[in-house]
């Protein structure tokens, strides 16, 4: 299970590496499906909490999935922007 420091240090090193816009992007769109991966097991894990009836446990997870679901989405967002910004760049060369 990735954190939130380790997700954070891997889109810093992808956005500063030295990869081509495209590779950068099916690097983090990659990194993207394993968050959405972590994303449902954590909610999955909640169901289970919820049957439990412990109710601090059963937030924690939630806050745990909505906070891997925030990750997911940035990390999504930051792919687009950069196949964006190629895509921007060749139409206004051409």
Known sequence: MLTEFEVRRQLESIQKSDAPPGAKARK??????SLRTQTRKLTEAQV??????NANTNRQMERMANRTQILQNEVRDT???ILRSVRFRFFTNS
Do not use: Y
């Open 48 to 53: 289970h909490t919820e049957r439990s009836f």
């Open 28 to 33: 983090l769109l990659r990194l993207g499906r």
């Open 79 to 81: 792919a687009w922007s």
